[in-house]
């Protein structure tokens, strides 16, 4: 069982990047999926999760509005659309899987991804 991150880079304050979360080896497309990021010295941070389904996203306030989660089960992978980007969207991108429904808790997820830099130069 894998997940792929990919997608990340440098962009610009105002930019935007799209990460997408390749998962392998099983399918998982009654699961929710979810993205997180971890800021140098900073704890693991949820940034959204959409359900199985695909009908219902969450956002952490932080990136409401500018973010948005989607899926496509056929590829069996999930997306981060990031615009308006900001310096302190800094950080690695983590997506995960959740068996158990999704949440904003780390514990939550049972399956995590290598994860992706993106760094937002001022």
Known sequence: VQLQAS???LVQAGGSLRLS???SGRTF????????RQAPGKEREFVA??????GSTYYADSVKGRFT???EKVKNTAYLQMNSLKPED???YYCAVSTGGGSY?????????QG???????
């Open 7 to 9: 997608g990340g880079g």
């Open 105 to 113: 808790y780390l514990d939550d997820y049972d399956y995590w991804g």
């Open 116 to 122: 992706t830099q993106v760094t937002v130069s001022s």
């Open 69 to 71: 989660i989607s899926r």
């Open 49 to 54: 999760v959409i359900s199985g389904s695909g």
């Open 90 to 92: 800094t950080a690695v």
């Open 29 to 36: 497309r009654s699961y929710a999926m979810g993205w997180f």
């Open 21 to 23: 979360c390749a998962a």
